[in-house]
């Protein structure tokens, strides 16, 4: 039974959902990725949206009035509604546009279904990353494991690694922006590892789930960014946590690691 008194088997026709969610999505941003019309503007915080963001959003959101009218949506391009109600969906309609509207695949639809706990906590339950243009989806519910699907066929299982070492590990990151005061501590992190590079944004995470990576690390994060990330990490058997180790995607940034190595990490992040 998970926190709320459901049983994992519950959340199935949820992950279903997400995963027409995801479908509808896909739709809309491969036909749109690399289009020479393709319309960008830039929003108040100075990052790029593109008609693709919004329209793949707008489709998400269309598909969770119809079929789960009494959940409340959190979606990066049009906002909050429901925001208080005990269940809502959080919405990246493309995590990565940077590298979408530059012809670079790393790019993703997140989609994430949260629920309030009985103790006044929140846990995400249902996650899917979809990113067509890696030919790979990412799946998981609570309590059900976490799986990754290859070219719409082959479906396995996803681990951590259980590397124990940091000297063994290989890391990624964002960039080396964001970081402030810690800066410093973490370019120490990294340079104690065994490799590291800046694959960045949800395919870093991804790739801690999938056992390729050891720890994944951003410092500047929205809920949109890493709620369905937290669940695919965690149910791989991984830590998902803020750089203060708090766990969950509330903390305004993202560390995934495997079992072994995350109070190395946060403790390196804290030095």
């Given at each position: 039974m998970s926190s709320n008194g459901k049983s994992p088997?519950?959340?199935?026709?949820?992950l279903t959902l997400a995963h027409r969610l995801a479908d509808a999505a896909d739709s809309i941003t491969l036909k749109r990725y690399q289009a020479l019309d393709l319309t960008i503007t830039t929003k108040p915080d100075n990052t790029p949206v593109t008609d693709a963001d919004k329209s793949s959003e707008q489709a998400i959101r269309a598909l969770l009035h119809a079929h789960r009218p009494d959940d409340g949506i959190v979606g990066e391009e049009f906002g909050n509604?429901?925001?208080?109600?005990?269940?809502?969906?959080?919405?990246?309609?493309?995590?990565?546009?940077?590298?979408?509207?530059r012809g670079v695949p790393t790019w993703a639809t997140l989609i994430a279904l949260i629920e309030r706990t009985p103790d006044?906590?929140?846990?995400?339950?249902?996650s899917v990353v979809s990113a067509p243009a890696l030919f790979r989806r990412?799946?998981?519910?609570?309590?059900?494991?976490?799986?990754?699907?290859?070219?719409?066929?082959?479906?396995?299982?996803?681990?951590?690694?259980?590397?124990?070492?940091?000297?063994?590990?290989?890391i990624s990151y964002s960039d080396f922006e964001g970081w402030g005061e810690m800066l410093q501590p973490f370019q120490s992190l990294l340079s104690s590892a065994w490799r590291t590079r800046g694959y960045g944004d949800f395919w870093s995470h991804m790739l801690v789930a999938e056992g390729a990576l050891e720890a994944?690390?951003?410092?500047?994060?929205?809920?949109?960014?890493m709620a369905a990330l937290d669940l695919i990490v965690t149910e791989a058997g991984g830590i998902f946590s803020n750089t203060a180790g708090l766990p969950g995607p509330h903390g305004g940034n993202g560390v995934s690691t495997n079992a072994a190595l995350h109070a190395h990490v946060i403790a390196a992040l804290k030095a």
């Amino acid at each position: 039974m998970s926190s709320n008194g459901k049983s994992p088997l519950s959340y199935g026709e949820d992950l279903t959902l997400a995963h027409r969610l995801a479908d509808a999505a896909d739709s809309i941003t491969l036909k749109r990725y690399q289009a020479l019309d393709l319309t960008i503007t830039t929003k108040p915080d100075n990052t790029p949206v593109t008609d693709a963001d919004k329209s793949s959003e707008q489709a998400i959101r269309a598909l969770l009035h119809a079929h789960r009218p009494d959940d409340g949506i959190v979606g990066e391009e049009f906002g909050n509604e429901g925001l208080e109600k005990e269940r809502y969906w959080v919405i990246d309609p493309i995590d990565g546009t940077k590298n979408f509207l530059r012809g670079v695949p790393t790019w993703a639809t997140l989609i994430a279904l949260i629920e309030r706990t009985p103790d006044g906590g929140q846990r995400t339950v249902v996650s899917v990353v979809s990113a067509p243009a890696l030919f790979r989806r990412w799946s998981a519910h609570l309590g059900g494991g976490a799986f990754v699907t290859i070219n719409h066929e082959d479906t396995k299982r996803i681990h951590v690694s259980g590397i124990e070492k940091i000297e063994d590990a290989s890391i990624s990151y964002s960039d080396f922006e964001g970081w402030g005061e810690m800066l410093q501590p973490f370019q120490s992190l990294l340079s104690s590892a065994w490799r590291t590079r800046g694959y960045g944004d949800f395919w870093s995470h991804m790739l801690v789930a999938e056992g390729a990576l050891e720890a994944a690390l951003e410092p500047e994060l929205a809920l949109w960014d890493m709620a369905a990330l937290d669940l695919i990490v965690t149910e791989a058997g991984g830590i998902f946590s803020n750089t203060a180790g708090l766990p969950g995607p509330h903390g305004g940034n993202g560390v995934s690691t495997n079992a072994a190595l995350h109070a190395h990490v946060i403790a390196a992040l804290k030095a």
